[in-house]
């Protein structure tokens, strides 16, 4: 796998090295309040949503394949969107696309923003339930391109930016619709002694660093 380790090295280089805390929180993860989100341009009309497919897990790769890929992210973390932005692409390249690993995504509410972890993570599992994986992960870099300026109008926007309905992708937000499964993914995290965020397993065991060198390196070992 000397080339792929290259081919990272190569592609990263600009991004620098991550440091291995990231956003450290409490053990609380509370999901706060429900918003009362302005929906800006799209005008939409908010109903609570009914049924949410709150079993659905985000997913890329082959979902036979013998390395699981595990990431636990908070949508108000800085250090998430660096590593959805800068680092996932380069794994997803070379790992993910050619099915060697099976990836996983996992809601890990700190939260950074209590305003806004839980509806941000239910708006993009509201969207990945309803259009796909593909779609998930592309509301997901989206919205992380948002951080800082979230409201209504910015998620209605990376839902449209992803195939999806904007003001269903508000209304899983205003009404934290996936708000139980964001918990209990944080319950599973907790369990495996996740304190901060990001947080990457490959097969079980935590890598040490958000860098896609060290996930790679960890992946590279499980193969």
């Not at 309905?165 to 995290?189: K, N, T």
């Amino acid at each position: 796998m000397t080339r792929t380790r290259r081919a990272l090295l190569a592609g990263i280089g600009a991004s620098g090295v991550v440091g291995v805390a990231g956003c450290l929180g409490d053990a609380g993860g509370g999901d706060g309040s429900e918003n009362d989100l302005d929906t800006g341009e799209y005008g939409c009309d908010l109903t609570e949503p009914t049924d949410p497919n709150l079993g659905y897990r985000p997913t890329l790769g082959d979902p036979n394949a013998d390395v699981v890929v595990r990431a636990f992210e908070d949508y108000t973390c800085p250090h998430c969107a660096t590593y959805k932005l800068d680092h996932f692409p380069a794994i997803r390249e070379e790992f993910v696309a050619p099915g060697d690993v099976r990836y996983e995504h996992w809601d890990f509410p700190i939260p950074v923003d209590e305003t806004w972890a839980v509806p941000v993570a239910s708006a993009a599992r509201g969207v990945g339930a309803r259009v796909g994986d593909e779609a998930f992960f592309d509301f997901a870099s989206a919205a992380y391109e948002s951080q800082g300026s979230y409201d209504g109008e910015a998620i209605g926007a990376a839902a449209e930016a992803a195939g999806g309905d904007p003001c269903a992708a508000i209304a899983d937000a205003q009404f934290r619709a996936y708000g139980e499964a964001s918990m209990d993914d944080r319950s599973e995290g907790n369990s495996m002694g996740v304190s901060g965020t990001p947080a990457v397993f490959v097969n079980g065991e935590a890598v040490d660093g958000y860098d896609a060198d060290s996930i790679a390196s960890a992946i590279e070992s499980a193969l």
